[in-house]
Structure formats: C-alpha cells, structure tokens
C-alpha cells in the first residue's frame, strides 16, 4: 500500500537557519503531494502541495517540489523563524483523493 | 466562516461508557473523514464517507462506528471504549475535488 517516510524530528534550529525535511513516498501511480502543519494545541493545516511531477508548492516561505524519480517532497525554507515552530507532515493522495496517508510528523524547534 | 467543528474539544471517560463525537461542517463538502493522531505513528484513518449514506473502513476502524445521515455531519461512535483508543481524534471534510479541511481535534482519555 501507499506509505509516507520522514525524518525523525525534533529538528532543532536557530532562527534565520535553513530548513530541509526529508520526506520520499511510495505509491502505485500518481499521488497529489502534501505538507501540513499543526501548531502547537491546533488541528492541521495545509501548508502546500504539488497534485504532478515536477510542480513545486510554495506558501509562507516554504517551498517543496514534486521529485517522481526520487519519489519525493522534501520541504525547505531558507530562513525560520521561531513562530515556525510546529510539527510538520507529509501526505499523498490517492487518485480517487478519498484518503490522505500521512508521515509520522516532525517536530521542528526554532529558537531566537 | 468556513470550518469543521468537533466537539467535545477534551473528554475523559472510563472503559465501556459509549461516547459520541460529533463533527459539523458548514462548507457542503461531499467527503468527510476521521483520523486519529498517536506520538509516532503520525495520523491514521479510521473511516471516510464519500456522501450521504456512504462510509467506508480507513485503515484502523476496529472499536469506531460512524454514521452519514446529514451531509453536514458524520459522527465518530465508540460504542465501548477501552483504554488503547486513548488518542487525539481529528475530523475532516473537503469538496469532491479539493483538498482537506481539518477541526481542531478532540483529545480523549479512557481510563
């Protein structure tokens, strides 16, 4: 079945520090990719996708492009600040978009 | 303003005592899912329902019901809970094509 592997948090920074979580998929076709992120006593929200290969999402700083032949979606921001403090979540779609299959989440922790 | 409203935001209960989480949407969505959030396995799907009338199991339904008589509402039934679906529960909801809307979530401790 579909499956989502991150990398193991927490990811510990300093603010204006470079952000890279790793994240690569393993799904029969084509999935629509996904960041989400919950802040800290929130429900999720989402931060950005890629729906075909090669897009790149972008939102608040944020960036992550659509690999296929990596089979992944790494998410990246050049600078952090402490308010990016939260747990960070990779997710495909299916085609039939009737299921999100998430990543285990990673803990990001920004200090000033 | 559009949302998904779940409720109760905190229940504790004791094992056994059957208990019903609601969630409301307010944007006619069409499909409406529940997941349940654990420290290191990430969120899970228990069931989603594509419309009225129309459910199917996600991938840990095991212990939960749920219902779709209102396209508005669907909620998650624990008919006799018991202490391992202790969790943090999130409902869900987006348009036929469209990307998901998630509620504040309901952390539940049964005891």
């Known amino acids: ?112 | 303003e559009a949302q998904v409203t779940q409720n109760p935001r905190y229940l504790i209960t004791v094992t056994g005592k059957k208990l019903t989480v609601t969630c409301s949407q307010n944007m006619n969505h069409e499909y409406m899912s529940w997941y349940r959030q654990d420290p290191g396995l990430g969120l899970r799907q228990i069931y989603y329902s594509m419309n009225v009338e129309a459910t199917d199991k996600g991938d840990v339904p095991e212990g939960y019901k749920v219902s779709r008589k209102e396209k508005r509402n669907f909620p998650l039934i624990l008919e006799s809970p018991s202490p391992n679906q202790t969790s943090l529960y999130f409902c869900a909801s987006r348009p036929e094509k469209g990307t998901y809307t998630f509620g504040s979530g309901t952390r539940l401790t049964v005891v």
């Open chain 1, 1 to 112: 079945g579909d499956s989502v592997t991150q990398m193991e948090g927490p990811v510990t920074l300093s603010e204006e520090a470079f952000l890279t979580i790793n994240c690569t998929y393993t799904a029969t076709g084509y999935p629509s990719l996904f960041w989400y992120v919950q802040y800290p006593g929130e429900g999720l929200q989402l931060l950005l996708k890629a729906t075909k290969a090669d897009d790149k999402g972008s939102n608040k700083g944020f960036e992550a492009t659509y690999r296929k032949e990596t089979t992944s979606f790494h998410l990246e921001k050049g600078s952090v600040q402490v308010s990016d403090s939260a747990v960070y979540f990779c997710a495909l779609s299916d085609r039939g978009y009737s299921t999100l299959t998430f990543g285990k989440g990673t803990m990001l922790l920004v200090s000033p």
